[in-house]
């Protein structure tokens, strides 16, 4: 994914967010994005004028809130074990798409290698026959560039 990606992806949420009623000082908290930043966003945006909602950070750690949007969750009936984090698909995979270091990672599955190419020493996750560090030095070591 490209940076800028990204970036896009976190002035989406920063606006989902304070449309929700959150206040800027907080969605700078949340999502590690500066406050001036925050604060130019929103204004160009024009949602200085939607209320804040003080409990919107509470509801989100209760999973009230959508933890990518901040809009409610609705209750399903009958469904059992953990409450729901997201309100729906679409929110779930760009809101991990953005914290990937946020996810849990089993610490059997890293593996320490040395590159074919270059020599440097790195470490990769769920695959333990890889032989490269990057794309770029699999290219030259094959292709002979």
Same mark, same amino acid.
């Given at each position: 994914?490209?940076? #800028?990606?990204?970036?896009?992806?976190?002035?989406?949420?920063?606006?989902?967010?304070?449309?929700?009623?959150?206040?800027?000082?907080?969605?700078?908290?949340?999502?590690?994005?500066?406050?001036?930043?925050?604060?130019?966003?929103?204004?160009?945006?024009?949602?200085?004028?939607?209320?804040?909602?003080?409990?919107?950070?509470?509801?989100?750690?209760?999973?009230?809130?959508? /933890?990518?949007?901040?809009?409610?969750? /609705?209750?399903?009936? @009958?469904?059992?074990?953990?409450?729901?984090?997201?309100?729906?698909?679409?929110?779930?995979?760009?809101?991990?798409?953005?914290?990937?270091?946020?996810?849990?990672?089993?610490?059997?599955?890293?593996?320490?290698?040395?590159?074919?190419?270059? @020599?440097?020493?790195?470490?990769?996750? @769920?695959?333990? #026959?890889?032989?490269?560090?990057?794309?770029?030095?699999?290219?030259?070591?094959?292709? @002979?560039?």
């Amino acid at each position: 994914m490209k940076k #800028n990606d990204q970036t896009e992806e976190k002035n989406e949420q920063v606006l989902l967010l304070r449309k929700s009623g959150m206040s800027n000082r907080k969605i700078a908290e949340y999502t590690g994005v500066s406050y001036e930043k925050v604060r130019y966003q929103c204004k160009k945006d024009d949602c200085d004028s939607i209320p804040v909602d003080e409990e919107l950070p509470e509801k989100i750690k209760t999973r009230e809130a959508c /933890a990518f949007c901040g809009k409610p969750i /609705a209750k399903e009936e @009958g469904r059992r074990g953990r409450k729901k984090r997201f309100c729906c698909e679409k929110c779930r995979r760009t809101y991990w798409k953005i914290h990937r270091n946020g996810q849990k990672k089993n610490p059997k599955a890293i593996y320490t290698k040395v590159c074919a190419y270059c @020599g440097k020493t790195f470490e990769v996750y @769920g695959n333990k #026959n890889r032989k490269y560090c990057c794309h770029e030095h699999y290219v030259a070591d094959y292709f @002979g560039s």
